[in-house]
């Protein structure tokens, strides 16, 4: 009861400091935690508003001129800061007009909508699992409400922080755990292991026989009484050992001429055996050898036959052709693919010489002459081309072929001969010289649609000057004026748009329209000079 009532206290005691310890680091952290977090979403708020302050009455202009693709821009250069994953515009009504990605909700209902009359809201939300902060404003344009702009922060980072330092309080706890399960274990195996090992080791020598072993343990708990229990046994037992050794010697002189007798037939039984013994072992590892031998023949058979079957299929299943040859370069093996490319069956292929097979030229006339493969062959040369070359096959058909030649060694690093791999890249290089002309087209259509864009802005902000010119005057010849520029001005947007349209691609859009306005304007802007 000592024992189990000590172990216990120190357990608890343990685990009550393990406690005491976690709740502390808990009381420290959380607090500093929540701190830290409230900052940070204040900075994600002075960041969003700040980025809406910078753009709002671009954004209030473009929008309320339905400028879409100047809304767009702008938009996106919004998202292009870190943090920024998604703007999205609605109208008055909380109808979705402009959106970034597909992720905003489809309308603002009337009680948001009327508090973002009164100010700016800031809340967080949660999209496929992850956190978002929410700024949302009011639009205007010189005073008169225009719509609605919702953007998104990702706060994925700072919960990732959160976790961290989660996991490294984890990894502290645990720190101090295996600390304390040190401890625990040094206190046991002073209290305990150690005293019960020492009765172990005085038990090992009573086997051995010596009967007069002693332990010294001064503990008064139950080891400390096994260890007295023992001391006690240990004398029974040197008294009992006593006694026996006197009447095993009164029983010795009589045993000592039956023990002379089994010695001697002990010593004919072990010569027996052990002559059988020999035999045995000489038997058994001739016939082990033999097994070895053969299962190791065995086995290289069945390895050269997979080897074959495994080549054979490999070859078969390369899209480039593969042809190999002896020294003197004829031909010894030839795969499927190489029968298509070079039009030679196996039947005929083989036993030809290489240069017969496959007959290589320059691709045009100016250019270096072939490379002697047979040369090659019998040197024991690799060869790899650095450019196309040409190839007929013996249809008449030309094309362009990549190859590798490459020499083929014994074990003793001689060569047997060479292998050939053979590439069509005929299409390969027509699909290179058509792809190099769409570069060309498309870096063109890139600066025309460069051009067309920042020319679209500057008209952009001229015919929103030039509207509100028309609004603000009062005389009617000044009204007809900026009239006719409003025209001329939206007539340049029509030739940016077709700009655009030829560096985008697709189809130009079409409108109906009166033949009669139309000549009239037309003809008022070419007499304009």
Avoid at 474 to 499: M, N, P, S
Wanted: proline share 3%.
């Amino acid at each position: 009861m000592k024992a189990k009532s000590l172990r216990f206290r120190i357990i608890t005691a343990i685990l009550v400091t393990c406690l005491v310890i976690t709740i502390l680091f808990g009381a420290i952290l959380y607090p500093l935690e929540r701190r830290r977090i409230q900052e940070r979403m204040t900075h994600v708020r002075v960041l969003m508003g700040a980025i809406f302050q910078q753009r709002k009455e671009q954004i209030a202009n473009e929008f309320f001129s339905g400028q879409r693709e100047a809304v767009h821009q702008s938009l996106e250069e919004m998202t292009r800061v870190q943090g920024v994953t998604a703007i999205a515009l609605y109208r008055l009504d909380g109808a979705l007009a402009y959106t970034t990605t597909a992720m905003a909700f489809a309308v603002i209902p009337d009680s948001e909508r009327n508090l973002l009359d009164r100010g700016p809201a800031f809340t967080r939300e949660r999209d496929l699992g992850r956190p978002l902060a929410v700024f949302s404003s009011l639009i205007e344009v010189f005073g008169e409400r225009v719509g609605y702009i919702r953007m998104y922060y990702d706060l994925g980072e700072i919960e990732a922080q959160s976790r961290l330092i989660l996991i490294t309080l984890s990894g502290l706890l645990i720190s101090v755990l295996c600390v304390v399960g040190f401890l625990l274990h040094r206190l046991l195996s002073r209290l305990v292991i150690r005293p019960v090992q020492t009765l172990g080791m005085a038990l090992r020598r009573i086997q051995e026989g010596r009967y007069d072993e002693r332990v010294q343990l001064d503990s008064a708990d139950e080891i400390g009484d096994m260890g007295r229990a023992f001391n006690e046994m240990s004398a029974q037992l040197a008294e009992s050992e006593s006694a026996l050794t006197e009447a095993v010697g009164v029983q010795r002189n009589y045993a000592a001429r039956l023990e002379d007798t089994n010695r001697a037939l002990e010593l004919l039984n072990r010569d027996l055996e052990a002559r059988v013994a020999e035999r045995t072992r000489e038997l058994v590892v001739s016939n082990t050898r033999l097994q070895g031998e053969i299962e190791e023949r065995t086995r290289a058979e069945n390895n050269l036959a997979m080897e074959k079957r495994r080549l054979t299929v490999t070859l078969g299943s390369i899209g480039d052709g593969v042809v190999a040859t002896d020294m003197d370069g004829r031909v010894l093996m030839i795969n499927r693919a190489a029968e298509v490319l070079l039009g030679w069956p196996t039947t005929q292929a083989l036993g030809r010489l290489l240069s017969r097979v496959f007959p290589i030229g320059p691709v045009e006339p100016g250019d270096s002459p072939a490379v002697d493969l047979i040369g090659a062959v019998r040197g024991g040369r690799a060869f790899s081309t650095l450019s196309p070359a040409s190839f007929k096959d013996p249809s008449g058909g030309l094309h362009l072929v990549a190859f590798t030649l490459a020499p083929i060694h014994d074990q003793e690093q001689g060569a047997i001969g060479a292998v050939l791999v053979v590439r069509d890249v005929t299409e390969q290089n027509r699909f290179e010289q058509e792809s190099q002309k769409a570069a060309k087209l498309e870096s063109l259509g890139v600066l025309a649609g460069g051009i067309a864009h920042d020319f679209n802005n500057i008209l952009t902000a001229i015919l929103g000057n030039l509207s509100l010119a028309r609004l603000y005057s009062h005389d009617v010849k000044t009204k007809e004026k900026i009239a006719e520029a409003e025209r001329a001005t939206l007539h340049a947007k029509g030739l940016t748009r077709q700009l655009l349209t030829f560096s985008r691609g697709g189809a130009p859009i079409k409108t109906t329209a009166a033949i009669g306005e139309m000549l009239k304007e037309t003809a008022s802007f070419a007499l304009a000079g």
